[in-house]
């Protein structure tokens, strides 16, 4: 006797294939109500929190290694399209965004509630203890570096051995490719794991300091989305106007709705690149311009990558009580702006290039994926907002450089 399909537990059925917007949120909610009715209890689980911290700490630096030198071995050289401009476009509007953030984190400095460990820092004193400490970093053994997170060293390497990987057979670019979606893979289970984690860093932070942490999540998610709000409307429109030096917002007002509310609930950029072909195609662009530039810039275009690593980094060295004078705070746009350039599609792939930016101010691996957590927590709503700039700023910057290099008047779909 055949028995019909069974139904599957919803609690399960949640868990299993929910979406990880609602679990984050559902996490976080429920570490918070533990921490309010059961504080004594909330205090125990920070062991999902730390083995979660400690996943995100242990595959960072391999997927930042694999994903750079996979991304320059496979890059097809000869390709004959009209993206030069677009890639100026794309790296002046990152390093912009990134400005952007440190201006604002001077006039609004916050703080983080971190764990003890403030003892082991070596705070550099001058820029020339930056650059001294950069260089050797840079030139470190590549084993050494992977096992002690030095992503500076990280990045050095997979930038070498990408670019000697350009001239390998195709087969072996096939085998780096491989192992680069592998490694995202296994990223993304971590990820998957993040609601878990949320719940055990919520309700162990607040049991341990008080509702006050909450008002601090708040005011750093009011600086990250206040800085990505100005670069969408401000930094944006300027840059695209000193290309066109025509009026942008109709422009910059169809991006936004035609791509960025799209990016915005699919928190994934390289989910949206369908969404914004056809924007490009409806638009009237080249699509020999248009279908390099737009997968290229869902890579390296991260305007709104480079406002959360330079905001939470400059909170981790606010909270240690590290003094950053200018040349200081110019060379963490520009290793903000490498840092946006590098991160990985996944959901939060920002956050764990964090590690990266604070290792210049001498932050130790322990209190940087700290970091990387308080990201994780706040993540519903500033990962959103950071694809939404992403991916809409792809679509700004590819009609910027194939408008200006054709001398045509602007298109605006109507909705």
């Known amino acids: 006797m055949s028995r019909g399909p069974t139904r599957q537990n919803p609690l399960v059925q949640f868990v299993s294939s929910g979406s990880l917007v609602t679990q984050i949120l559902a996490g976080l909610i429920l570490g918070v109500l533990l921490a309010y009715f059961f504080p004594g209890a909330a205090k125990y689980v920070e062991l999902l929190g730390e083995l979660f911290i400690s996943a995100l700490k242990s595959v ?64 550099p004193g001058n820029i020339g203890d930056v650059l001294t400490t950069l260089l050797m970093n840079i030139v470190d053994n590549p084993i050494r570096a992977l096992a002690n997170g030095n992503y500076i060293g990280i990045l050095a390497w997979a930038i070498a051995i990408g ?43 607040i049991a341990n300091t008080g509702f006050g942490a909450l008002f601090d999540y708040a005011r750093l998610l009011a600086l990250l989305l206040g800085c990505m709000a100005f670069v969408a409307l401000v930094v944006n ?11 942008p917002y109709p422009l910059v007002f169809t991006c936004l709705r035609e791509s960025g509310i799209t990016a915005f609930f699919t928190r994934s950029s390289a989910a949206n690149i369908p969404v914004n072909l056809a924007l490009c195609k409806r ?28 905001v939470l980094t400059l909170a981790a060295v606010n909270t240690l009580g590290i003094v950053v ?14 840092c946006a350039c590098g991160a990985s599609g996944v959901a939060g792939g920002s956050l ?8 210049l101010f001498g932050i130790s691996d322990d209190i940087a994926i700290q970091v990387v957590g308080v990201g994780f927590i706040i993540g519903v709503l500033q990962d959103s907002a950071e694809t939404a700039l992403n991916s809409s700023t792809d679509v700004l910057f590819t009609a910027a450089g194939s408008y200006s290099s054709e001398d045509k008047p602007l298109t605006v779909v109507q909705s």
């Open 60 to 123: 960072a630096p391999i997927l930042v290694f694999v994903l750079v030198a996979a991304s320059i071995a496979n890059h097809k050289r000869g390709e004959k399209t009209r993206i030069g401009s677009i890639l100026i476009l794309y790296i002046v509007g990152t390093f912009a965004a990134a400005l952007v953030a440190v201006i604002a984190s001077f006039l609004f400095p916050l703080t983080l509630q971190l764990k003890s460990g403030v003892a082991e820092l070596s705070p």
């Open 163 to 205: 670019i000697a990987l350009r001239h390998a057979h195709g087969a072996t670019k096939n085998v780096i490719a491989d192992l680069s979606l592998s490694i995202s893979f296994i990223v993304k289970i971590v990820i998957r794991l993040a609601p878990i984690g949320i719940f055990g860093l919520v309700a162990s932070t």
């Open 237 to 247: 429109p300027l840059i695209v106007f000193a290309k066109l030096r025509r009026n």
């Open 283 to 310: 638009l009237g662009l080249h699509e020999d311009t248009y279908s390099v530039s737009i997968p290229l810039g869902a890579t390296i275009n991260m305007a709104g990558a480079a406002v959360t690593i330079t």
């Open 325 to 338: 004078d200018l040349p200081m705070a110019l060379l963490l746009s520009i290793v903000a702006t490498v």
């Open 352 to 359: 764990l290039l964090i590690p990266l930016a604070c290792s």
